[in-house]
C-alpha cells in the first residue's frame, strides 16, 4: 500500500510565499508512483489539506490526519519545507516527535540551533568552522551605533538572526544608516545580528546522508547582480548568475565539500541541509546553515542534484525511506 506524504508548508514568517513555491516544486519531486502526496499548508492555527483548488479540509492535529466522506487518512511521513518559524525552528519537529510521526529534517536540538543564526554559529566556531565578527541584539535592546561598529567595522550587514530568504536585510555602509537597518530587521523577528561584512565569492553547498549513504552535492557560485544576494537576485533569475560546479579550485572545493559533511554531523542533522559560504583572501568563511532549504524548480539543491547527475526523485525516496 502506498505512504502518504503530507508536504507541510507555509509558516509564519514573510517566507511562506517561497514556501509554497517550495511545496509546488516538491509535488514534482517526490515520486508520486510511490507515494500519496498532499499539501499541507499551516499558517497560524489553521491546518489545512489541500484536496484541490476549491477543497481544502482541516487536519486533525491529534494524529496529523484528515477525514474526507467519512474515510481518515492518516499521513505516513512529513516532509517539511516550511523556511521559517514554526518548521525551521524545532517547533514542529516537537510536534511530529510527539505524535509519532516521521519527518525530513533535522529534530528538535539541531533545528534550534540552526535556525538562529548567532547562536549556530557561535556553536560551529567551538569546532574551528571560521564565521565573521556578529553583533547580537534581542528586542528592546539598544546599543550605541558607535560600540557595533567598533566589533564589526563598515560596511556591514544587518538580519534578522531568525529569518531568511533576505526579508529585512540591509547592507550598511555608513554609521547614520546603522538604527533604521536594525528597525528594519526588527520587522522580521525579535532577535537581530549584526555581521562584518566579508569581500569574496559567494557559494553554497548541499549534503544529505542516509544509514547507508554520504552524498555531498557540486557546489553551487552565486554572482548577484544586485550589491548583494538579496531578496530579488534570489527570486528573479535576471538578477543573479547561479553557476554549478563552482569555478572554484579542486583543492577548496574539497574543503568546502568536507566542511559541509562535518557541520552535518557536528549539528546531528538529518535529511538535506545546505551551508553558504564566502570564499575571502583570508580563508573560507560559513555564513549560516539552511535546514530546511528551498526546494523550488529553480533552487540551488535542485541545480546541484542535476550537476551531481542524480535524479532527484531518486534522493526524495531516499530520504523518505531512510525515515520510514
Known sequence: ??????????????????????????????????????????????????INEQTKLPVDKNDFSFTQDSVKTKFDFAYITIHGTPGENGILQGYFELVGVPYSCCGVLAAAITFNKY?????????????????????GEVLATEAIIAEVGLPCFVKSNVGGSSFGV??????GEMQQAIANAFGEGEEVIIESFISGTEVTCGCYKTKEKAVVFP???????????????????????EITPARISAELTSLIQNRTSQIYDILGCKGII????????????????????GMTATSFIPQQVKAAGLDIKDVMTDIIENEL
Open 170 to 175: 540591509s547592507k550598511v555602509k555608513e554609521a
Open 274 to 293: 545546505r551551508a553558504d559560504y564566502i570564499i575571502s583572501e583570508n580563508g573560507v568563511y560559513l555564513l549560516e546553515v539552511n535546514t530546511t532549504p
Open 1 to 50: 500500500m502506498k505512504k502518504n506524504i503530507a508536504i507541510v508548508a507555509g509558516g509564519d514568517s514573510s517566507e511562506w510565499v517561497v514556501s509554497m513555491k517550495s511545496a509546488q516544486g516538491l509535488s514534482t519531486f517526490i515520486d508520486s508512483e510511490k507515494y500519496n502526496l498532499y499539501v499541507v499548508t499551516i499558517i497560524g492555527g489553521e491546518w489545512q489539506v489541500v
Open 219 to 241: 557546489i553551487t557560485e552565486v554572482v548577484s547582480k544586485n550589491e548583494f544576494f538579496d531578496y530579488e537576485a534570489k527570486y528573479n533569475a535576471s538578477m543573479a548568475e
Open 119 to 139: 547562536v549556530c554559529n557561535r556553536y560551529l566556531s567551538g569546532y574551528g568552522i571560521q564565521v565573521a565578527n556578529a553583533v547580537h541584539l534581542r528586542k
